[in-house]
């Protein structure tokens, strides 16, 4: 069993900054791409940023210049800084990780719970 647990989230004033953790734990073999993804109330979710095992990123146009993403793969985290904070940004912030579990010989997609990112005007 994998499990991702997402911290981090919060109430944050325009311009303002969070930095999101998401650890992951059980019966890891290999993390491959890990990555942000957002919901907002009414829309469909979509991806923030990503970073694969040999730490290559990609950012949304909407976050490029202002979120960070970033790993510890000793400690299977990742990381998403946000700075300069938009009241847009408001979302539920979900981690995924693509995983190899311990004894199998498959990739599955694991999910965290989400946390909420508030930004007020």
């Known amino acids: 069993q994998v499990q991702l647990v997402e911290s981090g989230g919060g109430l944050v004033q325009a311009g303002g900054s969070l930095r999101l953790s998401c650890a992951a734990s059980?019966?890891?073999?290999?993390?491959?791409?890990m990555a942000w993804y957002r919901q907002a109330r009414g829309k469909q979710r979509e991806l923030v940023a990503t970073i694969t095992d040999g730490a290559r990123t990609n950012y949304a146009d909407s976050v490029k210049g202002r979120f960070t993403i970033s790993r510890d793969n000793a400690k299977n985290t990742v990381y998403l800084q946000m700075n300069s904070l938009k009241p847009e940004d408001t979302a539920v912030y979900y981690c995924n990780a693509d995983i190899f579990t311990i004894g199998t010989m498959y990739l599955r997609s694991y999910w965290g719970q989400g946390t909420q990112v508030t930004v007020s005007s």
């Open positions: 059980g019966s890891i073999s290999t993390i491959n791409r």
